[in-house]
């Protein structure tokens, strides 16, 4: 009965269940094996709501809705322009800039590609950019946010390891040093990328902007109110005077006022259409994130953390091999599955055998995202792909030639931050 039962929930996974449900019908299925009572569930999902860090995760979806309803994608493009466009192949660095900065505020990769790419592509064009270099540009760097504060996957990586540290003799996870350990990698990927395009631009003959020092005092000015936010995350919580959830509380209400009450670019009648649509995307997290503790806890009362590490140690005599294997793993993974989905259904497994093999949970969780990050825009079905497909009205097959090139540069720079630790967390340990 249990091998049938486990057939079915094969086929709905494959015919394209929930995953919420997917996740759950395999931990009672594990758990029912194992003559445990399943009452057991209700546990599991329970201790997610034990955990201090959960409401920093609506709060800081809200805020990153409102700033993705509002012009701060207008003000972070023109900050860039004025700060980078006097360099060479600055407006390619003004392209990473800015959506590395929108990606970090709002949380959402398709999004910024959606938010920026109608204004930053004709630029491009009219400079005398290359098509092809253009689109593959703003589709990689859609996701290159997502190591910088208050990134939403950095976050929910945090409470699932959290979570985990409880069930496991495992060092403790805290979400700011995860933060501050992603600033530096996040700076080596925009860095390498802007080099590549200075060589694969060295043919070309691209007009800069002039350096203006008004324009650059505008432009701040303009985005005063915007720029101070991963200061207000990093700086509350690493003074001590803030916890995350208090920080993210002060950041949803300083996004609201700002939006809301001083720029006045959201409208009091769009604040419930904009809870609304927030909050139904957090309760899908939500939903998954709870099932996952039950998955998780259903892994290790099986002891199948420490089988697998058992199997690897096995199998893989060295943490430089497994790193190989890991970023292989997690790069297919990347381009298959949806960073949340593959955060709750690959971190209970993985974590347990990294720290095995001696590995920070830290350094793990930023290893994790930025194979997630380069996922996003991965042949066959990186998302990105599709959103910059749709937003450019160019086939997929176009977006694969252009974006090849710029996947091998990120590639190179998650080697750096894979077999180089002291870069993530030279800062935090």
């Known amino acids: 009965m249990i091998l049938v039962a486990a057939l079915i929930l094969v086929v709905m996974a494959l015919l394209g269940a929930p995953l919420f449900a997917v996740l759950l019908g395999a931990a009672g299925l594990a758990y029912y094996g194992m003559d445990?009572?399943?009452?057991?569930?209700h546990i599991d999902v329970y201790q997610l709501s034990d955990s201090v860090?959960?409401?920093?995760?609506?709060?800081?979806?809200?805020?990153?809705?409102?700033?993705?309803?509002?012009?701060?994608?207008?003000?972070?493009?023109?900050?860039?322009?004025?700060?980078?466009g006097w360099m060479p192949g600055g407006l390619a660095l003004v392209a990473l800039s800015a959506c590395a900065l929108f990606t970090a505020l709002t949380g959402g990769s398709g999004v910024t590609i959606v938010a920026l790419g109608g204004l930053l592509l004709p630029a491009l064009l009219k400079a005398g950019y290359p098509g092809r270099f253009g689109t593959g540009l703003?589709?990689?760097?859609?996701?290159?946010?997502?190591?910088?504060?208050?990134?939403?996957?950095?976050?929910?990586y945090g409470i699932i390891a959290q979570q985990m540290s409880q069930q496991l003799d495992m060092p403790s996870v805290e979400i700011v040093d995860l933060y501050i350990a992603g600033v530096m990698p996040a700076l080596l990927m925009i860095v390498l990328l802007y080099g590549y395009c200075l060589w694969a631009l060295r043919g070309e003959t691209i007009p800069r902007q002039a350096f203006?020092?008004?324009?650059?005092?505008?432009?701040?000015?303009?985005?005063?109110?915007?720029?101070?936010?991963?200061?207000?995350?990093?700086?509350?919580?690493?003074?001590?005077?803030?916890?995350?959830?208090?920080?993210?509380?002060?950041?949803?209400?300083?996004?609201?006022?700002?939006e809301v009450l001083v720029y006045r670019e959201i409208p009091l009648r769009r604040l419930p259409s904009?809870?609304?649509?927030?909050?139904?995307?957090?309760?899908?997290?939500?939903?998954?994130?709870?099932?996952?503790?039950?998955?998780?806890?259903?892994?290790v009362y099986a002891n199948v953390p420490s089988a697998l590490f058992d199997f690897m140690q096995e199998h893989v005599s060295s943490p430089l091999t497994f790193l190989i294997l890991l970023n292989i793993v997690l790069l297919v993974l990347g381009a298959v599955?949806?960073?949340?989905?593959?955060?709750?259904?690959?971190?209970?497994?993985?974590?347990?055998?990294?720290?095995?093999?001696?590995?920070?949970?830290?350094?793990?969780?930023?290893?994790?995202?930025?194979?997630?990050?380069?996922?996003?825009?991965?042949?066959?079905?990186?998302?990105?792909?599709?959103?910059?497909?749709?937003?450019?009205?160019?086939?997929?097959?176009?977006?694969?030639?252009?974006?090849?090139?710029?996947?091998?540069?990120?590639?190179?720079?998650?080697?750096?931050?894979?077999?180089?630790?002291?870069?993530?967390?030279?800062?935090?340990?």
């Open 36 to 41: 445990v009572d399943l009452s057991v569930l």
């Open 53 to 84: 860090v959960l409401m920093a995760l609506p709060l800081f979806t809200f805020a990153g809705f409102l700033l993705s309803e509002s012009r701060t994608a207008d003000r972070m493009l023109r900050v860039s322009q004025a700060a980078f």
């Open 138 to 156: 703003i589709t990689t760097s859609g996701s290159l946010g997502l190591l910088l504060a208050p990134s939403v996957p950095l976050l929910i």
């Open 212 to 258: 203006s020092w008004r324009e650059l005092g505008a432009a701040l000015w303009q985005a005063r109110w915007e720029l101070p936010l991963p200061l207000v995350v990093l700086g509350g919580v690493f003074s001590g005077l803030l916890v995350i959830s208090e920080a993210a509380a002060v950041t949803a209400l300083y996004v609201l006022i700002v």
């Open 274 to 299: 904009i809870m609304r649509e927030s909050m139904v995307m957090v309760g899908g997290i939500l939903l998954i994130l709870a099932v996952a503790m039950s998955f998780t806890g259903a892994l």
């Open 337 to 429: 599955l949806d960073i949340f989905a593959a955060l709750v259904i690959m971190v209970p497994l993985l974590l347990p055998v990294a720290v095995g093999y001696g590995i920070d949970p830290v350094h793990l969780g930023i290893i994790f995202v930025a194979n997630m990050q380069i996922g996003y825009f991965t042949p066959p079905v990186g998302m990105n792909l599709f959103v910059a497909s749709y937003r450019f009205k160019q086939p997929i097959t176009e977006l694969y030639r252009s974006t090849i090139p710029f996947m091998f540069v990120l590639i190179l720079a998650l080697l750096v931050i894979t077999y180089v630790p002291a870069l993530s967390l030279y800062w935090v340990r």
